[in-house]
Nanobody, 128 residues
Framework: QLQLMESGGGLVQPGGSLRLSCAASGLTLDRYAIGWFRQAPGKEREGVSCISSYDSSTVHADSAKGRFTISRDNAKNLVYLLMNNLKPEDTAVYYC?????????????????????WGKGTLVTVSS
């Protein structure tokens, strides 16, 4: 069964850090562009950070630039999202998703492409 699984969410104080992990069952992540998306209560889902399958280049939403880092560990078949200086507005369910065929990583993160696989999400709550 092909599936993605997120982990690492939790409660953190403003200014704190979390590292989310995206693991895969039945697929090799380095063949896919991987995106981290989030959905806050009452808001639409948005792309946060994405990493290319071709050269591991990355793109970030403006809200994530300078604070979030997306990376791969191909040996472990994992993708990470390191989130620093977290803010209350970062509170959301975070999902990882995979896309095999694409030409523009920005469009992956913008949701232009339908993603091939989604995880079930992990909740991040930033609160004092």
């Amino acid at each position: 069964q092909l599936q993605l699984m997120e982990s690492g969410g939790g409660l953190v104080q403003p200014g704190g850090s979390l590292r989310l992990s995206c693991a895969a069952s039945g697929l090799t992540l380095d063949r896919y562009a991987i995106g981290w998306f989030r959905q806050a209560p009452g808001k639409e889902r948005e792309g946060v950070s994405c990493i290319s399958s071709y050269d591991s280049s990355t793109v970030h939403a403006d809200s994530a630039k300078g604070r979030f880092t997306i990376s791969r560990d191909n040996a472990k078949n994992l993708v990470y999202l390191l989130m620093n200086n977290l803010k209350p507005e970062d509170t959301a369910v975070y999902y990882c998703a995979a896309r095999l065929m694409y030409t523009d990583l920005h469009k992956v993160c913008e949701g232009y492409y339908g993603m091939d696989y989604w995880g079930k999400g992990t909740l991040v709550t930033v609160s004092s």
